[in-house]
């Protein structure tokens, strides 16, 4: 059993028992091939068998730190902590130098080279030049998210108005939560007792929201009485959160806060971008992208606002990579000091040559 000082039998242990139990009692000493005793002691230990398997199950699933994907939503509902679902990447597309009596209709599909689609939210008409439609992706996830100036294109064309648009922040598209992360909140469920309006009340219900990975609760942040309340998402490389969510944030605090507080701020991290500069003794492509995946992994796992960045840990996360066998890091070149608000991101990485 799971944690716990019970060992399960082995099928073989369990037959040898009971034949020799069988034998016992019935006061025979010789083991034929085909006795009744060896059969009777091969049914009874597989059955045994059977039921030891399904309480060493059971036993693995009635705490959440082990339970199995549908025994967690089990948990989880039972805590009021439910997996947060996939959402849908928002944003506009950009055209620039349009003639000012063109427009586009809600519904038109645009698309991305890798075959991302995305539709218009509404009917939009030129400014100055200038139409910047608000689209959703049609499909939810993190691949619907889109670097600024991606290139998207019309799926049926408009007369005078070129195939081309450009991304214009289109972000927010998220994944259905990861089942470790789901868990781990569903853990702290059990040790963040409520307590009506503590700071750890704060963190779980900004995080119960999609897209929402971190939180931090800053007493009295705008005078005495208030509560600032700071967000971040789980995208290593824009960890701020939109304008769009921090206002869903706030909307889903102020029904839970009490009366008093009412002085409610939702503000979002501050990405600090951190430029790297390295050399590796064997540089190769696959190396140098899993050197950078390490890296923002240490800067979201260890980048704590108000914290401190040691080189001495980002090294050793350097050396984790795939493929790594030995590397030079000269930029940073002291411990990295953070901000209250500040969090680490992934700046440019400079790849130089190695000195031996």
């Known amino acids: 059993m799971q944690h716990s000082g019970f060992s399960r039998p082995s099928l073989p242990t369990l037959i040898d028992t009971i034949r020799s139990e069988v034998l016992t009692r019935c006061q025979e000493d010789n083991v034929l091939r085909r006795c009744d005793a060896e059969v009777t002691a091969r049914v009874q230990a597989a059955a045994v068998h059977t039921l030891y398997g399904y309480l060493d199950y059971l036993a693995r699933n009635m705490l959440p730190d082990l339970a199995d994907e549908a025994w967690l939503g089990r948990h989880a509902n039972i805590k009021r902590c439910p997996r947060k679902g996939a959402t849908k990447a928002q944003g506009f597309v950009r055209w620039e130098g349009v003639p000012n009596a063109l427009s ?41 998210n889109c670097e600024d100036r991606t290139a998207l294109r019309l799926t049926t064309p408009i007369p005078g108005l070129s195939s081309t ?20 909140r569903i853990i702290a469920r059990w040790y963040d007792i409520p307590q009506g309006d503590a700071d750890g009340d704060y963190v779980r219900w900004a995080k119960a929201l999609p897209g929402i990975d971190r939180a931090w609760t800053h007493r009295h942040q705008n005078g005495p009485g ?40 939702v503000f979002a991290v501050t ?25 923002k992994a240490f800067f979201q796992r260890e980048g704590e606002p108000g914290s401190t960045l040691f080189l001495s840990r980002l090294r050793e996360v350097i050396s984790l990579a795939a493929g790594e066998v030995a590397h030079q890091l000269r930029l940073p070149t002291t411990d990295l000091p953070l901000g209250k608000t500040e969090v680490p991101v992934s700046g440019p990485v400079t790849w130089t040559p190695y000195a031996p």
């Open 271 to 295: 990405p600090k971008s951190v430029p790297v500069s390295l050399a590796l003794s064997t540089d190769r492509p696959d190396i140098r992208s899993a050197v950078i995946a390490e890296i």
């Open 104 to 144: 586009m209709s809600s519904d038109t599909e645009i698309q991305r080279d890798d075959g991302q689609t995305y539709t218009a939210l509404a009917s939009t008409s030129v400014v100055n030049g200038v139409l910047r439609v608000p689209v959703r992706a049609q499909k939810a996830g993190q691949a619907g």
């Open 226 to 265: 208030t509560v600032g309340v700071m967000v971040a998402t789980d995208d290593p490389d824009h960890p701020a959160p939109t304008q769009d969510m921090l206002t869903q944030v706030r909307d889903h605090l102020l029904p839970l806060i009490p009366v008093a507080g009412s002085g409610l701020t």
């Open 165 to 184: 648009g450009y991304a214009d922040e289109i972000q927010g598209g998220q994944d259905i939560e990861d089942l470790e992360r789901w868990r781990q």
